[in-house]
């Protein structure tokens, strides 16, 4: 059968056959291994690798896995560190001594969660992710990402938080696009004058880290504001009826997280995948336990915890470290149910585990379908 024809101006830009990307996913490399990555390319969309939290030589390894399995452009996403605390220590360890110094409550509180699940103290090993500069000219963890990212094969670089300004200047050099991911108009224009190539406007539905406004609403007046530079939408898209209206609202194609974490070739636990085609809407929520921004995922038990504890979870970075070794500390006994689950509000309607190819296509096939429908159902003129 011939393969079916879905083209917008993001095609050409980015050398890819249909506008459909699989959304950078941090999460240690676990929602977006190299598999799902090709997968995505290789079906003719652009699969984004999510950087986050992986260290640089561990970077490189999957990138150069990514290009065992294909020669199709992939794209490479981070967090940058732009909105830490400014006065925050430069490193895991440190914050930790603060930690224990300024915040003994919040301390003795996960402690205590450790205690009633018996989880043993584990921390997590790495120093990445916290400091923004450098000091004495070495470089920052983020530094060394950014430089692993630009000396492999790799043809996009996602910045999902922070200021990516000095980032790009690297990546022209290279003929690289950047993309840059905002949740409201102003973060928009910021990006702009950074100089990314491509806006990606996630809404309020979407998995991960999120703002607060939803895609009806964000995503034409991100269009406007950032015109000529084209928009793609994140958040909630999980069949063709969602990128068509994607397409309405005046993106040139759709960035998807969630529904490309129930593919086969995704590496997140068994229980999260459960969560996801069993849950209802509602029961993946926002909250600022892991990581002390806003983020959209299963509304577990910890979390309710949190919740009923009333304690007010701490700023960035600080609650991210705390909270990032007590999911070290559940990983170790097994209990990935305590963990972290980030997903977005679109879990409601995914109901089949598949391969990320059929995932894929069926996104194609539906979002062709829709806008036939769209022709012989509306009539307007
Ligand atoms: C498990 C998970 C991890 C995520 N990690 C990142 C990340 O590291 N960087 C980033 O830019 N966005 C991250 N996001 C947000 C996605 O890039 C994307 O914008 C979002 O998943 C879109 O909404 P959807 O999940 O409804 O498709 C993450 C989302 C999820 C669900």
């Excluded at 793609?232 to 005046?250: E, H, Q």
Aim: hydrophobic share 45%; proline share 6%; glycine share 10%.
């Amino acid at each position: 059968m011939a393969r079916p024809i879905l083209k917008t101006a993001l095609c050409e830009r980015l050398g890819i056959e249909y506008p459909i990307l699989l959304a950078g996913m941090g999460s240690s490399g676990f929602a977006t291994p190299p598999a799902l990555v090709a997968a995505v390319s290789e079906a003719g969309g652009m699969g984004v690798l999510g950087g986050a939290g992986i260290p640089a030589e561990k970077l490189r390894q999957d990138i150069r896995a990514v290009r065992k399995l294909t020669r199709k452009p992939i794209g490479v996403d981070l967090l940058l560190p732009a909105r830490l605390a400014e006065d925050a220590p430069p490193t895991r360890s440190a914050v930790r001594e603060e930690l224990k110094r300024k915040f003994p409550r919040h301390v003795a509180f996960v402690a205590e969660l450790k205690r009633k699940y018996g989880l043993p103290d584990v921390v997590v090993e790495n120093e990445l992710v916290v400091a923004a500069h450098a000091e004495g000219g070495n470089k920052t963890p983020h530094e060394e990402q950014v430089d692993v990212i630009m000396a492999e094969d790799v043809q996009v670089f996602a910045a999902g938080l922070g200021d990516p300004s000095w980032v790009v200047p690297k990546a022209r050099r290279r003929g690289m696009q950047v993309i840059g991911l905002v949740g409201n108009v102003r973060h928009a224009q910021r990006q702009v004058a950074a100089g990314v190539d491509i806006v990606v406007a996630q809404g309020y539905e979407g998995g991960g880290h999120t703002g607060k406004i939803a895609n009806f609403p964000l995503l034409p007046q991100v269009v406007d504001a950032v015109s000529p530079v084209p928009v793609v939408a994140a958040g909630g898209i999980g069949d063709g009826r969602g990128v068509a209206a994607a397409l309405s609202l005046g993106a040139v194609g759709a960035w998807i997280g969630t529904a490309f974490l129930v593919a086969d070739e995704c590496a997140i636990p068994e229980i999260s995948k459960e969560r996801i085609v069993n849950g209802r809407s509602e029961d993946f929520d926002i909250c600022r336990v892991f990581s002390g921004k806003t983020m959209r995922g299963y509304r577990s038990e910890i979390v309710r915890a949190w919740e009923e504890a009333d304690i007010e979870p701490l700023p960035m970075p600080y609650q991210k470290i705390l909270m990032d070794d007590f999911c070290e500390s559940a990983a170790a006994a097994g209990r990935w149910d305590l963990r972290s689950n980030p997903a977005g509000q679109i879990a409601g309607m995914l109901k089949r585990r598949q391969p990320a190819k059929e995932i894929f296509e069926q996104l194609v096939a539906s979002t062709v379908a829709t806008l036939e429908r769209l022709k012989t159902t509306v009539t307007s003129g």
